[in-house]
């Protein structure tokens, strides 16, 4: 039976729709999406980190590292003919990573502020463009406003289970990419210099998710803007999450590493896909006129 979606466009597009039999490629928005969202982007924090600074890569070769890494789950994402768990949570998997060292080498530089005790540099490479939080999270909105008015003027829709076509799942892994950077971006801002903390800045990130939760229940607000602004902010979520649980205890972690912490994660998240793999698998051995869902899309 389908279950019910959280955070989603529900509304209906203005444009002319065909309804067509296809088979889904991304997954339905459910309670069990969010919780594997925030795992995922949890663990891209601590294994962003893992490579780039404990084990001394630095931002910018772990960056190009990372991007490949992405851009190779992608195309396997691209290439599937269905709805994958384990193809379309590596890839999520993939951004997160990416995202955490894309944020940290353009907000971050070598001066003491970024350095851990005893510490003389960030890595090997380049150590960061310096740009600073507000700045670069200016860009990374800019960028992402832009993906979003391409993605409006193609006249596609952004529901994310209607999503069917190339260059839909293009402008949506964009877009995902992006959001996960910018996350990142204002996770680090709220645990490093907003005087919150690291469990402060998740707990306001916890209260502003169950704000938009609550907005559901207003009709004037677009289900497609609140799952936008919640995609985003689980990546803050996650980047402090992770920060509590791989920084000293001196600056108010728990100082369980980065290696550990990702290894528990990673295990937790294998978990999760496996659950979502039975449960499509289960769903696939339905009778074929139930195996294929009714997806309304745009025409032309």
């Keep these: 039976m389908e279950q019910p979606e959280v955070l989603t466009d529900l509304g209906a597009a203005s444009a002319p729709n065909t309804t067509r039999s296809v088979m889904k490629k991304l997954p339905e928005v459910t309670l069990a ?58 890839v999520i998997l993939s951004t997160s990573m990416a995202g ?19 510490a003389t540099e960030l890595g090997r490479g380049p150590q960061g463009l310096g740009l600073g939080y507000p700045a670069g999270a200016a860009i990374l909105i800019s960028i992402l406003l832009a993906i979003f008015a391409v993605w409006k003027l ?59 939760l609550a907005l559901m229940k207003v009709p004037a607000v677009p289900n497609v803007l ?26 108010g972690g728990l100082d369980l590493g980065t290696a550990g912490s990702s290894a528990v994660l990673l295990a937790v998240l294998f978990a999760l896909m496996a659950y979502a793999h039975t449960r499509e698998r289960r769903s696939a051995a339905r009778p074929a006129g139930e195996e294929r869902e009714p997806v309304t899309r745009r025409a032309g």
């Design 226 to 251: 609140l799952f936008w602004i919640a995609f985003v902010l689980t990546r803050p979520l996650g980047a402090t999450a992770g920060d509590f649980l791989t920084k000293p205890v001196a600056k």
């Design 100 to 118: 955490t060292t894309m944020s940290d080498f353009m907000n971050r530089d070598a001066s003491a502020k970024y350095l851990s005790a005893g």
């Design 154 to 212: 193609s006249g596609m829709t952004f529901r994310i289970r209607d999503i069917v076509t190339f260059r839909g799942e293009a402008l949506f892994w964009s877009a995902i990419l992006v959001s996960n950077t910018l996350g990142t971006s204002m996770g680090d801002f709220l645990s490093d210099s907003s005087g919150l903390g690291y469990a402060g800045g998740a707990l306001l990130v916890t209260g502003l998710l169950g704000v938009l």
């Design 33 to 90: 999406f969010w919780i594997m969202k925030i795992a995922a982007t949890t663990l891209g924090e601590t294994a962003g980190d893992l490579f780039a600074q404990t084990l001394k890569l630095g931002y910018f070769l772990t960056t190009i590292a990372l991007f490949l890494v992405f851009v190779v789950t992608l195309v396997v994402q691209l290439k599937s003919s269905r709805y994958n768990p384990f193809f379309y949570w590596t």
